[in-house]
């Protein structure tokens, strides 16, 4: 009568089959704590069943992360859509919102000679609306104006117009200009900024 084999398998032997097949302690898991086997072939089976289940779960967590991986760059992608939109679109959209104001009759100005006038401009910041006063100066020219800023491009203090000397001065620092903007002494680095101007029923009106 052929000897009866051997049915309980050690841990160790079980570890030693996974090191002489290349497989890991982790692949074995927990079950291998009450298997019971005839020989190493029955063993080998189980193994592989519970190696083959391992795989399933670690493909099912390898979709997991990649589904998580594609949401967030989809969400980065939208948030730097949004960013990058607002800062194309959003200058179309102030443009469409700059009014014209009424800044004083063409009959009124002399010409040549910069008058000062002040203009209310309404801004717009989120819920509160804020007025700002600005003085620009008109030099008409035939039927034409030109608006020039009162703001000095030196430090930015307020010109005013000397009709003596046919300059407009800064009285800050010396800056001097022309009655086209243009500098002609002093510190400051650019011309007075100007303002686009148009005629309307004899009104002149000031882009804001």
Request: aromatic residues 4%.
């Amino acid at each position: 009568m052929a000897r009866r084999a051997r049915l309980a398998v050690s841990k160790w032997e079980i570890h030693e089959i996974a090191r002489r097949r290349g497989w890991t302690a982790r692949i074995l898991g927990v079950q291998y704590c009450g298997i019971r086997a005839v020989g190493e072939k029955l063993l080998v089976a189980v193994i592989i069943q519970e190696a083959m289940g391992t795989s399933h779960e670690e493909r099912s967590r390898r979709r997991f992360l990649a589904a998580a991986v594609n949401t967030i760059q989809i969400v980065i992608g939208g948030m730097l859509a949004v960013v990058v939109g607002g800062a194309v679109v959003g200058p179309s959209f102030l443009r469409r919102r700059e009014s014209w104001l009424k800044a004083g009759s063409l009959d009124a100005l002399n010409e040549g000679e910069p008058t000062p006038v002040t203009l209310r401009v309404a801004r717009q910041d989120g819920y509160t609306q804020t007025v700002e006063r600005q003085v620009v100066f008109l030099v008409k020219s035939g039927g034409s104006v030109k608006a020039l800023s009162s703001t000095c491009t030196h430090l930015g203090c307020r010109v005013s117009w000397d009709a003596g000397a046919q300059q407009l001065k800064c009285p800050c620092h010396g800056g001097v200009y022309d009655k086209t903007g243009a500098v002609i002494a002093g510190p400051p680095p650019a011309p007075l900024a100007s303002l686009m101007t148009r005629i309307d029923n004899g009104d002149v009106l000031i882009q804001a």
